[in-house]
């Protein structure tokens, strides 16, 4: 089941049905979000004035947050293999799921970042505050880390494809 109610001006939702699989409720004018229910794969909140995210089921594979008012996430689920969270003001990222694949969190107020797990394949935490990066997995193929304060670079995995580390310190 999906419930789509994107581009409203809805500000807060009742309790959201049992069963639901793919909640969008993207460019509305959101503050809060109501509990999500157990059975939720995907979350697009997107475009909106969330400063928080209620728990996150442990069935959720995407996670589709951008541009908001966040300034910390909860913890993620083992199941998470996809994350935008860009355009916050994100100031510390949470355990990071051995599942991840796809890691977007740019534009925000990152200073430090989490070990990253051996599935991730695209890495953007461009425009933050980031000194150095952890160690990056040998699977990784694009890496944006432009715009941070970084003056090294950790060792580059020979399946990278993609590396943007310009205008840092």
Sequence with gaps: TTLDCSSHTIQSWPVLPNGLRLFICAS????????????????????????????????????????????????????????YACWNRLTVMPALPRKM??????????????????????????????????????GLINLECFNNQLTTLPSLPQSLRVLNADSNM
Aim: hydrophobic share 35%; with cysteine; net charge negative.
């Design 28 to 83: 509305d004018s959101l503050t809060m979000l109501p509990a999500l229910p157990p059975s939720l794969r995907g979350l697009n909140c997107y475009y909106n004035m969330l400063t928080t995210l209620p728990t996150l089921p442990d069935s959720l594979a995407t996670l589709q947050c951008y541009n908001n008012q966040l300034t910390s996430l909860p913890a993620l689920p083992d199941s998470l293999g996809y994350l």
């Design 101 to 138: 694949y796809w890691l977007a969190c740019n534009e925000n107020q990152l200073t430090d970042f989490p070990a990253l797990p051996d599935s991730l394949k695209y890495f953007d935490p461009d425009d933050n505050l980031l000194t150095s990066l952890p160690a990056l997995p040998n």
